[in-house]
């Protein structure tokens, strides 16, 4: 492996042990689409994300990931142990009017891509720099709105555009396969006018490629399609259900710590 891959795989794993901290400490839920998210989002801040170039995180609640990711690579922000307590800035969704750093406040799913199509339209018009980049979640492609700002993205040629979609197969109760089947998620955005890639989203090599070749096309929104595993990292959390719910009990946090400190 790289030694710069392997330096994104030592804050991959930090990031996920204050993960497991956060979310025992504070009793939130939604750790499982934290862990899948966090290679994508250790990533794209780790040369890929420049100062002019703007990030949402559709997938509000995954928000500790973000935090997390912050706090791994001394990015900023707020102090972590405001986390989703009184007082603190750091909510279970981000929330731009509180925490500095947040483009976007999200939560209600398929809200960033519209947003980001938004902000990307009015960088073309004003002749602007930077892109805009959106890290969506499989189960909220299945929102109206989504495909409304994917047939205007395509339309108005918002090449300053990317969506990465985490696909980590699991949503609230169900299986995303059976309700929207990954393999329609590509033709799709094909038909609106974008060009899309699809990798493996805990794979950094594949990972830099992708994000680092956007735009993918002239006049074409970009999109990544990374197949990701729920709870990555844990395997008491991957591919589980119940840890979209639920949060990590205090007495099993030495073991899990243990578990990561192992890969």
């Known amino acids: 492996m790289p030694f710069a891959e392997a330096g994104l795989e030592k804050l991959a794993r930090e990031t996920r042990k204050t993960l497991l901290l956060l979310h025992s400490r504070a ?30 995180l559709s997938k509000g609640h995954a928000a500790s990931a973000l935090y997390a990711v912050w ?13 989703c307590r009184d007082g603190g800035v750091l909510h ?23 947003i ?17 980049f959106v890290l969506a979640s499989d189960g909220e492609l299945q929102e109206g709105s989504v495909w409304e700002a994917a047939a205007s993205a395509g339309r108005l040629g918002l090449d300053n555009l990317a969506v990465i979609v985490d ?7 169900e299986h995303t396969e059976n309700i929207m089947p990954f393999s329609t998620l590509e033709p799709k955005f094909l038909a609106f006018g974008c060009a899309v890639e699809t990798v493996d989203g805990h794979d950094f090599g594949q990972l830099a490629k992708a994000l680092g070749a956007v735009p993918f096309a002239p006049g074409k929104p970009s999109v990544i399609l990374a197949k990701t595993v729920k709870g990555k990292g844990i395997k008491e959390f991957e591919g589980k259900l119940e840890w979209h719910y639920k949060s990590p009990a205090a007495a099993d946090l030495e073991r899990y710590l243990l578990e990561l400190e192992e890969t």
């Open 116 to 132: 980001g199509a938004g902000i990307a339209f009015a960088r073309k018009r004003d002749a602007k720099k930077g892109r805009i």
């Open 27 to 56: 009793g939130t839920s939604h750790i499982g689409s934290a862990f899948s998210s966090v290679e994508i989002l250790v990533s794209l801040h780790n040369g890929i994300l420049a100062k002019e170039d703007v990030f949402i």
């Open 167 to 173: 696909a980590n197969g699991l949503q609230a109760f």
């Open 92 to 114: 279970g969704h981000p929330d731009r009017l509180r925490c500095p750093g947040v483009a976007a406040s999200t939560g209600s799913l398929g809200h960033g891509i519209p």
């Open 71 to 83: 706090d791994s690579c001394k990015i900023g922000g707020a102090p972590l142990d405001g986390y």
